[in-house]
Nanobody, 122 residues
Framework: QVQLVESGGGLVQPGGSLRLSCAAS????????MGWYRQAPGKQRDLVARVTSGGSTNYADSVKGRFTISRDNAKNTVYLQMNSLKPEDTAVYYC????????????????WGQGTQVTVSS
């Protein structure tokens, strides 16, 4: 089992910045990818940014140039630096990890954090 603990959410004014962190712990062989998703009220949960163990990243078009995802493999931690925040970024942000339990890394499982609220408002 993998536990994901998120931190860093809060209230910020438009144009401001926040940094989210997500640390993975528990029993696993490796974590293949980690990412952030968000869900606004009444909407589906969408990918914000994702980073693989090799460092490849991809972003939602709406956050390109404003958000940066990074990962510390030694600490099994992923970060999301969010700059130039807009009211439409308001959502609950969820950390996700794709992990392998054994050396057979073709068999993976998806784990979710509890979510952290990000509110962008003046």
């Amino acid at each position: 089992q993998v536990q994901l603990v998120e931190s860093g959410g809060g209230l910020v004014q438009p144009g401001g910045s926040l940094r989210l962190s997500c640390a993975a712990s528990g029993s696993f062989f490796s974590i293949n990818a980690m990412g952030w998703y968000r869900q606004a009220p009444g909407k589906q949960r969408d990918l914000v940014a994702r980073v693989t163990s090799g460092g490849s990243t991809n972003y939602a078009d709406s956050v390109k140039g404003r958000f940066t995802i990074s990962r510390d493999n030694a600490k099994n931690t992923v970060y999301l630096q969010m700059n130039s925040l807009k009211p439409e970024d308001t959502a609950v942000y969820y950390c996700n990890a794709i992990a392998a339990k054994t050396r057979d890394t073709t068999v993976t499982y998806s784990y979710w954090g509890q979510g952290t609220q990000v509110t962008v408002s003046s």
